[in-house]
């Protein structure tokens, strides 16, 4: 990154001497030109802490002078601390700073603290070495001596500044704020001799008047704060965004620029024949004859062999230090690196020249008036073959496969003898993606197992030279850190066994390689099991907002230049027996500067997809948003999926061993991936334990569990390991557990079941007395009401139950929800029969996900003895989720009792995912039938 200092951005080691050396504050009054304001009134009035700001700028005889009068009120002791020490910049070698008053007003005394004989200390600012940043300022600093709560404060001081790299050229801009900025008086002026030629401007974003005519000076003055700008949307391109900033000074255009600023890089970019520049040249141009490759080179030595010093020493905010000092001395800036390079190119007699660019201000610079201050970096343009090549010394990982990428500064201005104008950096596709992500994922273990994966990233250019250094630092906890990104803010997202990490010098390609197990790809949704495959670019957060009227010609600008690439295998399960592609294979579509492309296919048991993402530094303009959005949205829409065949097999109709076999190696990485994590990430053991209690492990996932309760306690977790006490029967500790967990989170819901299990206890009054204690908002009564009557059912109090269920349903009574809990109390309870399927079917009706409202009639129906009408809502509810251990138990007791084939196999799954159902049932008069 590359700052400016004082409104003169490029910072580097001069070659000529200074023309001030004002090393030390200087404690004058303002100069004669300075129309100072007579702040008595204005510390009596009541307003704003900040009373006063006044900046003011003359420009003459190449020097800019910049005076500040500041007066700041103490209100509160938050203020007196951040008032009390005060700290005031220059630039010495460019000028001085002139100190004119230091006061505290107080009680309508005047404390002249100059006149005490209280002065600024004298530090050289490096607060920035640890970034390789030395600007060449200087910090004047002063603890103001006895400011108390409710005076008044004020300081003023002038800075003047003479660039030499100028020479009699002048620039200064001062930044005017806008409301909501809270300023009893405020205003900026500049001012200039009528007769030097002095340009000025402030884009459109004030309506100032011509400069007045005072006393053969022209001035330019404009209150502040200026009107709160009216928003723009945050899409906008930059030129939208500047901020309102009053520019001025002496030169004409930008061809005026380029020729001022040419000569100091033509000179320190001369080498001798004998330097060790020159000599570097030959050694690139014995090495190839090819003028890209030499580039290439040339760039890579600069990049790599010259460490980056922002150094603004002795006039370096403009002026490069030469190329042969920048060699010797193995440091500089930008314009030290861009100055060794040009020497290099020339040298072997490549077409290059500096350039001025924007690292912020980007497309608006055609819009600034025209100052060597509109630029704060520089780099090189080289012309080979008619090709423009655009060459930043200061950037990282160049190689001849990325030298003709376009760098995202919109526009430069060449620096050439007798000057130039600005250039558009016309944008083009990078030559190579910035990232390749390949993801190898086996998937043979089942549908609805886990997936061993392997993620591969390769990154070039800059991404790849920063993790050169994570390479170089073989830090273990590092690795850590870095997988833990893979892993996800969802526990179950990837758990990562191995990362590895590897640069490739020479081509400056980083690799990530990442090892781990993930979540089944495949999703059940309404009856439909699928897998999106998605290798590219996601387009659904593109829909810029033009609908105020103020911003439908506002064009939206589009980042870049960005390249990725994607790859995906996945091993199918089943061999790939009857898996399916849904929607269109081959793609190539896009709008704006986005170009997306992508390929997949099914080839034996495997699926292979590629994608490939485009995007350009750019905008796309206002008329043509329509198109862009409808174009995003087809992009959106236009879904490939993966299709498994109608018939799949689920875990739980895998006999125990078979299961376990495929589960072997999963769990194998699960293990892995806790050895790998940190000691106090949990992820890990978590994904294990919540994968062995999915495979119906429960013993082994009861093991993982007693960890996470004694090492990381929760709520989560412990409602979790009470849920394995129950498949156990262990009653007891189920009821504590959910007991602890309530503990830890006071929430209703969870208070809910706690109370539910007591009252199957028999504990009637204490589940009682727990649901009193709640606080009960509107939307969970029906929810509180329900459990009111299953405690009172428990109970054997059905006449009140159904009073309790009664109120439920009464909170809401279309309510798909109050509805269901009505249809399965009556079930569940044997009570209230005669309309019960009235009430079922209303529930089905509305329900979202019809599967536990069908799964309740069927419980009505089998009640009723209407086992085949039951058996008929358990086959639509398994359709909806095959998984509900709930309705295959009570398929098999249905089939049971309508000596219907398939009951022991539905009652052996059921049983194996939730071996409580046979207890809970039984519990309520629902058992095998005896034969």
């Given amino acids: 990154m590359h700052r400016s200092v004082a409104a003169l951005p490029l910072v580097a080691i001069a070659i000529s001497a200074p023309a001030y050396a004002g090393e030390e504050p200087l404690y004058q009054p303002a100069p004669a030109w300075v129309d100072e304001a007579d702040v008595a009134g204005l510390i009596a009035e009541d307003g704003p802490a900040t009373i006063l700001y006044d900046w003011q700028h003359r420009l003459e005889d190449g020097v800019a002078w910049g005076y500040i009068d500041w007066v700041q009120r103490i209100d509160n002791p938050q203020s007196l601390m951040q008032v009390n020490t005060q700290t005031l910049e220059w630039l010495p070698d460019k000028g001085d700073l002139i100190v004119h008053r230091m006061e505290i007003h107080r009680d309508g005394e005047v404390i002249d603290l100059l006149e005490q004989g209280v002065t600024f200390d ?76 002095i340009y000025w401007g402030v884009e459109d974003k004030v309506d100032l008047p011509e400069p007045e005519l005072r006393d053969g000076y022209r001035y330019l003055s404009v209150e502040l704060p200026l009107a709160e700008p009216d928003p723009v949307p945050n899409d906008a391109p930059r030129r939208y965004h500047r901020p309102a900033i009053l520019r001025a000074g002496s030169f004409a255009d930008w061809q005026e620029v380029s020729a001022v600023m040419a000569p100091h890089f033509d000179q320190a970019a001369t080498i001798a024949s004998d330097s060790d520049v020159a ?56 314009k030290a690196k861009t100055v060794l390079l040009l020497a290099l190119l020339r040298e072997m007699d490549i077409d290059a020249e500096p350039v001025l660019v924007s690292s912020q201000m980007g497309d608006a610079v055609p819009e600034l008036l025209p100052l060597p201050a509109a630029f704060d970096h520089v780099i090189v343009h080289a012309m080979i073959d008619g090709t423009d090549y655009w060459l930043d010394g200061t950037s990282s990982a160049t190689r001849l496969a990325t030298l003709a990428n376009v760098p995202p500064f919109h526009y430069a201005l060449p620096l050439r003898e007798g000057g130039a104008g600005l250039i558009p950096m016309t944008q083009r596709d990078l030559a190579v993606p910035q990232m390749r992500a390949n993801i190898t994922m086996d998937h043979s273990a089942g549908i609805d197992f886990p997936a061993l994966v392997t993620v591969n990233i390769e990154f070039s250019g800059p991404a790849a030279a920063q993790m050169q250094a994570m390479v170089d630092a073989d830090d273990p906890a590092m690795l850590q850190t870095l997988a833990r990104n893979f892993a996800g803010d969802e526990a179950m997202a990837m758990q990562v066994s191995s990362l590895t990490l590897d640069y490739e010098e020479d081509d400056a390609v980083a690799t990530v390689q990442v090892n781990g197990v993930t979540q089944p790809q495949f999703e059940w949704i309404d009856g439909r099991l699928r897998s999106s495959v998605e290798p590219g670019e996601d387009v659904n957060d593109f829909n810029p907002n033009r609908a ?50 992508r390929t997949a296919s099914i080839d034996g048991n495997e699926l292979l997809a590629t994608g490939e993402t485009f995007a350009r530094l750019g905008e796309i303009a206002a008329d043509d948003l329509p198109e862009a959005r409808r174009a995003a949205r087809r992009i959106s829409s236009n879904l490939l999926e993966l299709v498994p065949p109608e018939s799949v097999t689920w875990r739980w109709e895998l006999s125990d061993a078979e299961r376990f076999e495929r589960a072997a190696p999963l769990l194998e990485a699960y293990d892995q991936a806790i050895d790998f994590a940190k000691e106090d990430d949990f992820q890990p053991l978590i994904a294990r334990a919540l994968f062995l209690r999915s495979i119906y492990d429960f013993d082994a996932a009861m093991a993982d569990f007693d960890v996470l309760v004694e090492e990381q306690p929760s709520s989560w977790a412990f409602r979790s390991r009470s849920w394995l006490h129950r498949t156990q029967g262990d009653r007891d500790a189920m ?105 079922c079917t209303r529930s089905i009706e509305r329900a979202s996900n019809a599967a536990a ?38 398929r098999a007791l249905a089939k049971m009792h309508a000596d219907i084939d398939g009951a022991e196999a539905d009652r052996t799954m059921a049983l194996r995912m939730a071996p409580y159902l046979e207890d809970f049932y039984a519990r309520h008069g629902i058992a095998v039938p005896v034969s």
């Fill in 548 to 597: 105020r009227p103020a911003w439908r010609d506002i064009p939206v600008a589009t980042p870049g230049p960005m390249r990725q690439q994607f790859g995906m295998r996945m091993v199918l399960p089943q061999d790939g027996t009857g898996f399916t592609l849904e929607g269109e294979r081959d793609v190539e579509m896009g709008f704006g500067n986005l170009r997306i492309t």
């Fill in 279 to 334: 000599r570097l040249a030959r050694e690139i141009m014995a090495q190839t004859d090819d003028p890209l490759d030499r580039t290439a080179r040339a760039v890579r030595l600069v990049q790599d062999e010259v460490s980056y010093l922002l150094n603004g020493l002795d006039g370096g905010n403009y002026l490069p230090q030469s190329a042969e000092e920048t060699w010797d001395i193995r440091y500089g800036d930008c």
């Fill in 735 to 839: 009821l504590a557990d959910m007991q602890a967990a309530y503990e830890l989170d006071l929430d209703n819901g969870v208070a809910r079941e706690v109370a539910e299990m007591l009252a199957y206890e028999g504990r009637f009054d204490e589940a009682r007395e727990l649901m009193q204690s709640l606080a009960v908002a509107d939307d969970d009564l029906i929810w509180h009401y329900s459990t009111l009557a299953t405690i009172a059912a428990a109970e054997g109090k059905l006449e009140d139950a159904e009073a309790f269920m009664s109120d439920a349903v009464a909170q809401a009574p279309q309510s798909a929800d109050a509805l269901n809990a009505d249809c399965w109390f009556r079930g569940l309870w044997n009570t209230g029969l005669d309309d019960a399927v009235d009430v």
């Fill in 853 to 890: 409202a069908l799964d309740s009639r069927a419980l009505v129906r089998f009640r009723e003895g209407d086992y085949e009408g039951a058996i008929a809502d358990l086959d639509g509810a398994l359709a909806i989720s095959p998984g509900l251990a709930e309705s295959l138990y009570l």
């Fill in 122 to 197: 004298v530090l050289r600012r490096e607060q920035g070495l640890e970034q390789r940043l030395l600007d060449g300022s200087l910090t004047a600093t002063v603890s103001v001596p006895g400011l108390r709560e409710g005076d008044v404060l004020r300081i003023s001081r002038t800075v003047s500044t003479a660039d030499q790299a100028l020479g009699d050229e002048v620039q200064a801009t001062q930044y005017l704020p806008t409301e909501p900025w809270q300023v009893g008086t405020a205003r900026a002026t500049m001012s200039w001799p009528a007769d030097e030629e």
